[in-house]
């Protein structure tokens, strides 16, 4: 871990499998104080989709952003091992979802990606919690 990264950690959250989901984004400067923060509501999706569009939608806040040097911390293992090339892919959406995320990662300078136990992660799981929530009180099934 690099002390001049940006921190970011990301979330994907789905009520079912597939179900209701939700993404939540938490950005923080290499001092660990919060930048911005972002949850946006996915439709129905599996956990694993959530996950990574969650962390697709991070990548591109940070590029927004302009920050190109990352530690990126989910609590998805089976995210970051498909990303480090230590699980097979099998799943075709994944596989486009993974290519999406393999193509924003290549406009960083630098990046390392960490999992992370799910307590360490609470702010952006609160986040894509909300997400499902706020949309969930609008449209009452």
């Known amino acids: 871990m690099s002390t001049n990264h940006f921190l970011l950690f990301t979330d994907g959250a789905s009520r079912g499998n597939p179900g209701q989901a939700g993404a939540g984004v938490v950005l923080a400067g290499p001092d660990g104080r919060v930048i911005c923060c972002a949850k946006k509501y996915l439709g129905i999706c599996t956990n694993n989709e959530a996950e990574y569009k969650a962390l697709n939608i991070g990548l591109e806040t940070a590029l927004k952003e302009k920050f ?6 989910l609590d998805s293992e089976l995210v970051v091992r498909q990303i480090e090339g230590v699980y097979k892919i099998k799943n075709t959406r994944l596989s486009e979802l993974s290519r999406e995320t393999k193509r ?3 406009f960083l300078d630098s990046y390392s990606i ?7 992660n609470a702010e952006a799981d ?7 929530d706020n949309h969930l009180s609008r449209d009452p099934v």
Do not use: F
């Open 126 to 132: 609160r986040l894509a919690n909300e997400a499902i």
């Open 104 to 106: 924003l990662l290549s």
């Open 114 to 120: 960490r999992h992370i136990p799910r307590k360490e």
């Open 68 to 73: 190109h040097n990352l530690n990126i911390y």
